[in-house]
């Protein structure tokens, strides 16, 4: 996964300044049908009819390595989502500010009746 720039910025003020940085205290993955890229302008899974939702997720730390402690499991979609082609970090269910993001190691086809899970231990975020 790739920080944003927001987060980028964060980070290098944490590190080599003493700016006052804030941290996030709920993560929340997003599910995106492009590219969001480090300015968090892609196009997220519309809510509207679908039953779409950012859900939470928390994570441990080992070494330089971040991962979700647990499953995801997204909403019953109960219209199409489209073609998942990118997951997000966010700090808020709605709105926010996008933390990270990746594209999944193959896009996933969501349709009425299918359910989006990110199985623990396979959302990985690494600093090197």
């Known amino acids: 996964m790739s920080f944003s720039n927001t987060f980028e ?7 080599f300044t003493t700016t006052s940085v804030t941290r996030p205290t709920a993560w929340y993955i997003a599910l995106f049908t492009s590219n969001p890229a480090e300015d968090a302008s892609g196009t997220e899974v519309s ?18 390595l971040a991962t979700n402690s647990a499953a995801v499991e997204f909403p019953t979609a109960t219209a199409n989502f489209g073609t998942v082609t990118h ?18 190691s193959a896009s996933k086809s969501i349709s009425t009746g299918d359910v989006f899970r990110v199985p623990a231990g396979d959302l990985d975020i690494t600093l090197d």
């Not at 910025?9 to 590190?15: D, E, G, I, K, S």
């Not at 679908?50 to 441990?60: G, H, I, M, S």
């Not at 926010?96 to 594209?103: E, H, K, N």
């Open 9 to 15: 910025t964060h980070v290098l003020n944490y590190v």
């Open 47 to 64: 809510a509207s009819g679908t039953a779409y939702a950012r859900q939470t997720v928390a994570f441990t730390v080992s070494g330089n």
């Open 87 to 104: 997951i997000g970090v966010f700090t808020a269910s709605t709105s926010g500010t996008l933390i990270a993001y990746s594209a999944l």
